[in-house]
């Protein structure tokens, strides 16, 4: 399986601020791009999703950032919550709803 | 619409001891994946089956087998356990038919080796 390489490991934000996690990848067979929210004692929630024929696609204060010629997708998180609190994991797959291969994952802590 | 189930939430064995974890997929879906979590880390895909196959693995080894049934529930067999098989396995279906991709991931099933 190729890796998918994400940073940084940690983050904390203050309440309100811009939390930034990237990710980047080698296989360029990779046509799907979903990025998943954990909390403790649960199983992984999708986010926002993008494939690589667009840039960007933002939803509320989730904004995906694709750059398909450098092989990178970063997570915007805007006016950052301290509910928005989690472990963060990019994933890529060769075609969506096969295998994810999944980052390390960005534990975010946002403080009030 | 019910969401993805896994039973049991949290199991404990012992080394070479076999075990079983069972998902149920959410309502409609039609395909179940097995991921493992190892504490800290990110989701190992297992494999996938679709229609009561397999369709796709990871890198585990043989030990690791599953099943699905014709009401897509599916179950996930661990032989000859090792310490570190301790991890959270989860589930996550996701339907073909309906030309959605997302993969909807259950609670886990925390088992721990000792």
């Known amino acids: 399986q190729q890796q998918v390489k994400q940073s940084p490991q940690s983050l904390i934000v203050q309440k309100g601020g811009i939390s930034i996690i990237n990710c980047a990848y080698e296989n360029t067979a990779f046509d799907y791009f979903p990025w998943y929210q954990q909390f403790p004692g649960k199983g992984p929630a999708l986010l926002i999703a993008i494939r690589p024929d667009v840039s960007e696609k933002k939803e509320g204060r989730f904004t995906i950032s694709f750059n398909k010629s450098a092989k990178q997708f970063s997570l915007h998180i805007m006016d950052s919550q301290p509910g928005d609190s989690a472990t963060y994991f990019c994933a890529a797959s060769v075609q969506a709803g096969t295998a994810l291969i999944f980052g390390k994952g960005t534990t975010l802590s946002v403080s009030s | 619409e019910t969401g993805v189930t896994q039973s049991p939430t949290h199991l404990i064995k012992t080394r070479g001891q076999q075990v079983t974890l069972r998902c149920s997929s959410q309502?409609?879906?039609?395909?179940v994946s097995w991921y493992q979590q190892a504490l800290g880390q990110g989701p190992q895909f297992i494999f996938q089956y679709y229609r009561e196959e397999e369709n796709g693995r990871g890198n585990f080894p043989p030990r690791f087998s599953g099943l699905q049934f014709p009401n897509y529930s599916s179950e996930l067999n661990v032989n000859a356990l090792e310490l570190d098989d301790s991890a959270l396995y989860l589930c996550?279906?996701?339907?073909?038919?309906?030309?959605?991709?997302?993969?909807?991931f259950g609670p886990g099933t925390r088992l721990t080796v000792l």
């Open positions: 309502s409609g879906h039609n395909t």
């Open positions: 996550a279906s996701s339907s073909v038919r309906r030309g959605t991709d997302t993969q909807y």
